[in-house]
């Protein structure tokens, strides 16, 4: 008998362990949830100033190259990448 009411103490004590660790896990997974994407975005900005600091500034509108890597086209630059046959007329904008 001794033993069967040793056995029942250890499983309520691992059981009480794994309930504790399921409570720390579901914590952590709602934290990591919440948390995640003020990190992601405050990585993003800083990578992108840190980017800047080492590269140096992008080019810009206005650089007379029609740069779609930084998506200047007819209709965001049009200084720079002027319609076909329209160049002399003076841009909108």
Known sequence: MKR???????AQTALEYMLLLMTVVVIVMVGFKVFLPR???A????LNRTAYGIQGKPPHCGD???????????ETCCV???TPGLADIQCAH
């Open 64 to 74: 007379h190259t029609c740069n779609a890597a930084i998506m200047e086209n007819q």
């Open 43 to 46: 990585s993003g900005v800083y």
């Open 80 to 82: 720079d990448c002027p």
């Open 4 to 10: 069967i009411a040793l056995f029942r103490n250890n």
């Open 39 to 41: 990190v992601t975005g």
